[in-house]
């Protein structure tokens, strides 16, 4: 299955090409941007919100039709022609749980409109036990995939029952569905919906926070948990989106930003990299109106542009998404914990006869872990060893 081979790039268009009211041709803006994805050695390419919406994408008005900020049909057609050229794969952002208060179809709204998603008066949860509903949402779904879109991220998947996925989206084309899961019971809803994935809400958090806190324990933790999900499906796993505090500003010694990427990369799951954050772009989220307007900035005409402090950043995550395309079983791997104490930890990541071991320490010393043909790790250093 191609997924276990998606390594996505994910951007947020509307913040990306600094869309404006304009009408204006800006998704040709990431065309230029595809072979720079393809060098950091993704093979996917994630979208946010392409749909005509009010105004940040997630309140869409048609879900037919490109957003004019964005382009037209024949920009979308080119870009993903563009991107299939390369190999890339695409994937869309599908925003089914709410509308706008302007969609065309009022009589869909859950509750007459009293409905919202969580509490912003202007989107508009829609009422999944329509039939109608699911019906549109099925007809969008196929509409896209039959102009070459690969995969669907399902935004608020949490809010939405999970029946209704099974009985909407079409399952006749080689299409990947991974939901927008932040807690819960991930393999549950899997399992109800029939859905290929989720994102990895827990592992996420327990990657950053144990790094924070100096507790590798809540690592640990959060890792068992993310080996019991395998037996029921590969999550989708990330270190940043467009909904967090960039992982630059979210860590609190950047020196641990390479442990990250590392548990990242090495540890079972289909893996996303958040545009800029390979750059180490930092953005703090913030609970506000214009709250996401940092850690969704506009991004220059070229990768040309950048600014040459990004580089060694860049630089490891194509040395650790290296590792990942070299060992593609790492997507399915168990990995478990050989050493583990506050501030060190030693991770197996195997399949088969297969592993890899990733050695983390965040102390102030240097670590000598109680492992045969181990090396002694410097502080805040990690040190990964590869098969051949």
């Not at 924070?212 to 080996?227: I, V």
């Not at 395309?325 to 197996?348: G, K, Y």
Request: charged content about 25%; some cysteine.
């Amino acid at each position: 299955m191609w997924p276990d081979h998606a390594i996505w790039w994910q951007v947020y268009p509307l913040g990306f090409t600094g869309a404006s009211p304009t009408v204006a041709h800006r998704l040709r803006h990431l065309e230029s941007w595809l072979d720079y994805a393809i060098d950091l050695g993704c093979n996917g390419l994630l979208l946010g919100p392409v749909f005509a919406s009010e105004t940040h994408g997630y309140d869409t008005v048609d879900h037919f039709r490109i957003d004019p900020r964005l382009g037209d049909d024949a920009d979308f057609d080119r870009l993903i022609a563009q991107a299939h050229a390369r190999g890339l794969r695409v994937a869309l952002d599908g925003v089914f749980n709410h509308v706008a208060r302007s969609f065309a179809r009022p009589d869909w709204f859950r509750r007459g409109g009293l409905d919202t998603f969580e509490g912003h008066e202007q989107l508009v949860a829609l009422d999944h036990s329509n039939p109608e509903v699911a019906q549109y949402v099925g007809d969008v779904v196929r509409f896209w995939i039959d102009r070459g879109v690969d995969a669907w991220r399902l935004d608020v998947a949490y809010a939405v029952p999970p029946e209704f996925w099974r009985d909407a989206l079409p399952r006749d084309r080689d299409t990947w569905y991974f939901g927008e899961m932040i807690h819960g019971d991930y393999a549950g809803y899997v399992e109800k919906s029939g859905l290929d994935s989720v994102t990895q809400y827990e592992l996420w958090k327990a990657i950053w926070s144990s790094l924070n806190d100096r507790n590798f324990y809540e690592l640990s933790y959060a890792l068992g948990r993310h080996n019991a999900l395998l037996d029921t499906f590969v999550p989708q796993t990330f270190v940043g989106n467009h909904d967090v505090t960039r992982l630059a500003t979210r860590l609190e010694d950047e020196r641990h930003l390479g442990h990250a990427l590392a548990i990242l990369f090495t540890v079972a799951g289909v893996p996303s990299v958040y545009s800029g954050d390979e750059q180490a772009f930092r953005g703090l989220k913030e609970d506000r109106a214009g709250g996401d307007d940092a850690i969704r900035p506009a991004f220059p005409a070229s990768p040309d542009e950048l600014a040459p402090h990004g580089r060694p950043t860049y630089r490891l995550h194509q040395e650790l998404i290296g590792v990942r395309r070299r060992h593609p079983w790492l997507t399915r791997a168990r990995t478990t914990v050989e050493h583990l104490t506050n501030e060190s930890l030693a991770l197996r990541s195997s399949h088969g006869e297969e592993s890899v071991l990733l050695l983390l320490n965040i102390s102030d010393q240097e670590q000598r872990f109680p492992l045969e043909d181990t090396p002694p790790v410097p502080a805040h250093s990690w040190e990964l060893l590869t098969s051949p």
